[in-house]
Each structure stands twice: as structure tokens, then as C-alpha cells.
């Protein structure tokens, strides 16, 4: 039977023997398929149209349905670069398996505002973080190096904290329990060196670091996490290799060497939940448990319904057997900031 992401494989395949507008439709919906909410075999069964799912016109349902009338052999070898993805409908099916798991889940520690490249303002973030019943968020729009996303300065940054505070006051007046934690996503050269000054970033309640340019070097990069990691000003090493779906590997490194400094110096490694990241990826998970590493779950929300991306990262570290006590995410805030002060302390 074919699964969501078997049908992703052979719709990216699809895409690379067509050409033109069709190959982007092919690529568009390969993609796509990593959030469809449901199995495509299942709406067949049910005989839905498959156009309810997105990406899919009446062109690619016909595709579609050829396949699965007539299941093409996937080989065992995906290629690297479209590996160790999960889809929507699978992160479903186990989190609806465990559902103790989810329970623990109390926020999410990367998401983008109106600040930087995100479509909504802080308070529609915190709205779609409320309906989820998170005790926290943390906005982490992008730092001033990172222009193309129009990240932020100190200044800026400052200005953002004075409209956090208030969004605070007035969620706890309303009597609600979610906090919005200041933070940001600071860009660091392939040095591991940050882009603001260390002073704004104190004023935080946490601050991620990641890389977003040399991404593409083929050879070992492990000094280079291991300087970001021991960069003073972060705690957290967001979308680690830098992989995107069908588009880029990410970096290579001695990743035991790497998750062994994490552990040594209490920092915490990220699966960047967005769907065609999922970085860290399970294979890479799975050494993290080994490490005792800490892991944060990070959705790296660019609009306020992409909150839901978090289900891709949960499930992940359900297959990767990670310890509930290594999740950030699953600490209540007071023990979350005793962690960073820690963190910061031991520097
Ligand atoms: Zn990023």
C-alpha cells in the first residue's frame, strides 16, 4: 500500500521527467504531500475527490490514481536529499498511538513575526498559541545579518520586547496562562560567531543560534558547530544541518563529536519542525538519545496556522525514543529559565 510519503517519492520522480510547468506542479505537490492531514488511501477508499488535498489538481489526481490502482516498486533508495522525511498523516497515526505524549508538549521555541519575515504580528502568533493551550512561546524573529529576512537590530529587538511585556500584561489580566518569551534567531557565521551584541541579548529569555549561509560546503564542518555551540550567547543550535526537502543536504559533521559538546555544555539541539526541514532528522535523533543530548522543538512558523507543523517534530522524537526529560519543551516556564540561567552561568 502506498503511504503519503511513498507517493512524494514518486511525485518528486515524476517532476524530474517532466519539464516546465508541469514538473513545478509535480515539485509543488511532492512537497505538499508531507502535510496532507490525511492518507491518500484512505480518501480513495472513501472515494473522495483527492483534489481536497493540496497541491493537487485534476491533472496530478489522475496520476495519482494510476498508481494506486497499479503500485510502482519505490526502490529501497530514496535518494539522500528526499530521506527520513515524515508526513502529516504518519505523525498523526503515532501521535494518536501515544497520546500521552502530546500532553507534555507545553510550547514552541521558533516562530517568525511580522518583525522579521513572518506574516503575523506577535499577538496573532500568541492567539494561535492559545488556542493550542501552550503555557509558552517564544518569538525568535531573525538578527539584522540575516537582511534577506529582514532581520532585526538591537534596536528593533528592544522595541519588540516592549510589546511582548505589554501582550504579557494583558494576557495575564485576561486571566490567560500563556507566556511569550522573548528571543530570536541569531544568525551565525559559519565561524559560529552571533551578530548582535551580546549585551541586547541578555535582555532574552533565550536566544537560538543558526547557520543560513555556506550551507552547501561538502566538507566537514564539525569545528564549526562545535564554535557555535561554544558561543556564550546561545542555547539552543536551531535547524542544525541546514537540509531542505529536494533542495539541499545540509552540512556534514562528526556528529557524535558534536552532540557529546552539546551534552557537555547543557545546550540543546533543534528539530526545526517546518516540513521540509525536519532537522534534526530521525537517524540523527536517534544518536542524540545516545548522547543524552537535549532536544527543543521548534516550528519555525512563518504564518500563525503553521503552529500545527509541531506534530512532525513530536512524532519524531517518539521515533527516536528521546527521553521526555530531554525535551525543553516539555518543562513548565520556571524550570525552562532556570535551565538558560544555568546555561548562561556556566559559560
Ligand atoms: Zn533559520
Known sequence: MLSNTGIAELLARQAEREAGVL???????????FLWPENVTDLAA??????????????????????LDKPP?????????????????EARQLLAMRHSWSKNLRGDLQMHTRWSDGSGTVAQM????RERSYEYIAITDHSKGLKVAGGIDEHALRKQGTEIAKLNALISQSGGNLTLLRSIEMNLSPRGEGDMSPKSLLGLDLVLGSFHSSLRRVED??????????????????????????????????????????????????I?????RQDLNL????????????????????HPW???????????????????????????VPELKRWIQRVRRNQ
Request: aromatic content about 8%; some cysteine.
Open 23 to 33: 514538473s513545478r506542479a509535480f515539485r509543488r505537490a511532492a512537497r505538499s504531500a
Open 283 to 302: 537517524h540523527l535523533l536517534k544518536l542524540a538519545r545516545e548522547h543524552g543530548t537535549r532536544i527543543s522543538l521548534g516550528t519555525d512558523a512563518h
Open 73 to 89: 516498486r519505490i526502490r529501497k533508495s530514496i535518494p539522500a536529499i528526499r530521506q527520513d522525511f515524515i508526513s502529516l498523516a
Open 46 to 67: 472513501q472515494n473522495r475527490p483527492l483534489t481536497e488535498l493540496r497541491g493537487i489538481g485534476p491533472f496530478i489526481e489522475r496520476q495519482i490514481r494510476r498508481w
Open 272 to 276: 526545526d519542525c517546518y516540513p521540509d
Open 306 to 332: 503553521q503552529l500545527e507543523f509541531i506534530e512532525l517534530g513530536l512524532a519524531a522524537t517518539i521515533q527516536a525514543k528521546i527521553p521526555a526529560e530531554r525535551i525543553v519543551n516539555f518543562m513548565p
Open 126 to 129: 500568541a492567539d494561535a498559541a
Open 221 to 270: 564542518q564539525t569545528d564549526r558547530y562545535l564554535a557555535a555551540l561554544r558561543n556564550p550567547n546561545i542555547q539552543i543550535l536551531a535547524h542544525p544541518r541546514g537540509r531542505i526537502y529536494n533542495y539541499r543536504l545540509g552540512l556534514i559533521a562528526d556528529w557524535s563529536r558534536v552532540l557529546a559538546e552539546a551534552t557537555r555544555l547543557d545546550k540543546a539541539l533543534e
